[in-house]
């Protein structure tokens, strides 16, 4: 697996070759926070609309997939509900990136834009996150291509953690 880093902003995502933008969204947290906010304005509040209709709820365990194009550059965006925001833990956190990969697999993508679940909340700390986020995957396997979305000071601490792990494989 190939992980790249581009920032949360939609210049940015622009950038990033993927076939799906994935987000999640809490049950709890209204206006939605994120990229699922920002796709909420550049979509003209269509996942507020149906957030309100209860086409969507945020529960955790939930998985929506809607259409991208025209408002934004990817055929399909990728839901996933993450329950209450008090709840959000590092088990959920660690559920919800399985539910992310078996949804992926299933749906045969092998490049993927991602936000990490529940980046904007900082309960799961950003390099915490990729050492999961690495470890599930090669449970799992099959994927190409994740481009996650991430601060330029997140951004620097991934990388060099992740530099840092690649000179201790190669010591061993």
């Known amino acids: 697996m190939e ?3 581009v920032g949360p902003d939609m210049r940015q995502m622009t950038t990033a070759r993927g076939e799906v933008l994935v987000c999640c ?3 709890d947290e209204r206006p939605v926070q994120g990229i699922a906010g920002l796709l909420d304005w550049r979509m003209a509040t269509r996942l507020s609309r149906h ?5 969507l709820t ?7 997939i809607l259409p991208g194009k025209p408002r934004v550059p990817f ?3 990728v839901l996933f509900g993450l329950g209450p925001k008090a709840e959000f833990d590092e088990n959920a956190f660690i559920d919800t990136v399985c539910r992310i990969l078996d949804t992926l697999a299933g749906l045969r993508v092998r490049m993927a834009v991602i936000e990490r679940p529940g980046r904007h909340t900082s309960v799961v700390d950003a390099v915490r996150a990729i ?5 599930v995957c090669e449970e799992h396997g099959g994927q190409d291509v994740w481009t996650l979305l991430e601060s330029a000071s997140d951004q620097k ?3 060099q953690h992740l530099e840092e ?3 201790r494989k190669r010591l061993r």
């Open 3 to 5: 992980l790249r880093l």
């Open 165 to 167: 792990e690649r000179r």
């Open 157 to 159: 601490r991934i990388a």
């Open 75 to 77: 055929e399909k965006l």
């Open 131 to 135: 050492q999961v986020i690495t470890s």
């Open 51 to 55: 957030l309100t209709a209860g086409v």
């Open 25 to 27: 969204l809490f049950e």
């Open 58 to 64: 945020g529960a955790r365990g939930e998985t929506a």
